[in-house]
Structures are given as structure tokens and as C-alpha cells.
């Protein structure tokens, strides 16, 4: 099938199954274009609560589409492929949290979306990349347990008088991104203004001009009066920034930011979960109740 006739297909099958395809700003050019909306993960949990559509097609890690069936039960949410996981919510489990929860009575555990829904359901309040600062200063406590994410932690605690304890998980993309790539590369491009995202490390975050999530780096460029850009995120975003700012030049600072998982979903995978209903993501509904609070809580907290 070439692929106009493939992307012709799959908008047929999206109006007749009444889907919308949300798709995150790391996955593949052909995605991306096709997608009827494209956000970080909080826009993207947004964009699921609000919908009228009666079917989403998730186009990005498990735990995304999980969020999605987290707050939309009565809609049927597809995954187009289920080996779409996300090394950072594999460093989280519902046990290890009890036990460490168990240690930290009367603590609040803030935790990233980057999880399960089973880890999310132990939780007070989830947060994203976007709003985590917003959400720790938020809650009426002193000290909070932010989980799974070491140097969202540790980037947050910067920024709010109250005291972060952290969880020594990370993503493997993001922390491997080291301070002698930043400085090669601005080195080479001494012009570009550097943009990271805070699950990087302190040592590159003490570099950063400018600190976002993946839509905060997005709406930052296309306002910004610079015309060159270091990116220190996943790889896969440099392609909607190319296209959202033809004159404007992005570099990457490492070929180690490229997220497998982001990259396995193609548009053959979408048209299959399209016509044959799959792979529908269902979340056991005690969990999804307590899960559901977390996300609640967290899309309450005013944006700006
Ligand atoms: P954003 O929410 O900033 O898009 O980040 C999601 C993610 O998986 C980062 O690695
Ligand atoms: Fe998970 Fe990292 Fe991939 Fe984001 S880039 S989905 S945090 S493994």
C-alpha cells in the first residue's frame, strides 16, 4: 500500500470508528503528521479527558495510554502495539513504593506520569514534566516524596521551599545526556540557545538556557527571537520544530537521545488497531478509582 492510499485509510477508519489519534512529540515523522493532535504528556492527558471521541488511538508508551483509559472508562483506548514500554516507569513498582512509603509517614508521594496505573493508585498527586513545580507547590506538607524520577526531583527541589525527597529512578535516554556533550556541541554552535528537559541530569541542567517540557520547548521556539537551538530531549521532536520553523536551525547534542520504545508504533500498526479494535487498554477498576484521584488532583492545579 503506498502511502497516501495508507494515510487515506487510516483517516477513513478514524471517522468511521468516530477515533481521534493523539500522538507524543517523540514518535515518527509520519505519525506526527498524521496525528490529529500531537502534545507532552500532561496536553495529551488534557486533550483524552476532553475529547468527544469515542475512540483514542494513542500513539506513545504504555503509560500514556494507560493515563488516557485512567480517565476516560466509558471510551475504548487503543495501543497499536503493546512492546511500547518506558525504562522510567519500570524503575517504580507498587510494592517498593508501599515499603518506602511505610518509612515516610504522613508524607505526600507526588508521582510522574511516567509510571503504571498501579503505582499511579498509591499515589496523593501525579505531575508531569510541564507542572511538576506547580504541583509540589500545591500541597499543604513541608516535605513530599516525588517518585519515579531522581532528577525531576532533584530539578523541582530548586525551585519550591519545601523538601524533595526523591527515588532513585531515571529515564536512560535523558540521564545518560552528559555535561562534556553539551559543551561540544555549544562549542560548535556557540550561537544556539540550549534547551533541556528536566528529566537531564543537574550537571546539564546547570547548563540549560532555558528548562520545558517537550510542548514547553515547542511554544518557546516559535516565539523566540533566536534562530539556533541545542536540544536536549528525546531526538524526535526536532522534527515538528524543523516544521513548525523552516528558517530556524536545531541541533542534537548526542545520538544517545533517541527513545526506542517512541519509535516502534508505524502507521501499518495504526490502520491494523483501526480496523481490528486492538490493543484496547483496560485499567481493573479499583485501580483506575484510586489512579483516577491521583490524575484528578493533578489536573485540578490552576496551569498558570
Ligand atoms: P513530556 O511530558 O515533556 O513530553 O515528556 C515525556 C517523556 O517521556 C519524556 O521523556
Ligand atoms: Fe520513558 Fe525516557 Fe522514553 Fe520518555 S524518553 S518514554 S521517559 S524511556
Redesign the pocket.
Known sequence: MSLTTLRQEIRHWLRKRRAILLA???QPPEIQDLADYL??????SMMAANTPAEVIVFC??HF?AETAAILCPNKTVLLPRLDVG?Y?ADTITPSLLRERKAQLPGVPVVTY??SSAAVKADSDICC???NAIKVVNSLDARRVLMVPDRNLALYTARHTDKEVLNWEGC?N??DRLSAAEVLACRQAHPEAIFLA???CRPAVLDLADVI??????LAYVRRAKATAFIIG??RGIIYTLQKENPTKQFYSPSPGLL?PD?KRITLPDVLTALQENRYQITIEEECRQRALRAVERMLAVPRD
Do not use: F, K
Not at 502534545?39 to 495529551?44: E, I, K, N, T
Not at 520545558?212 to 520547548?217: D, K
Open positions: 507524543h512529540n517523540y502534545g507532552d504528556s500532561l496536553a495529551l506513545g508508551v500514556m518506558c522510567m506520569v511516567n508531569t514534566s510541564a529515564c535516554i535523558h528537559h528536566p528529566e520545558r517540557s517537550t510542548s514547553g520547548m530531549t528525546e527513545c517512541m
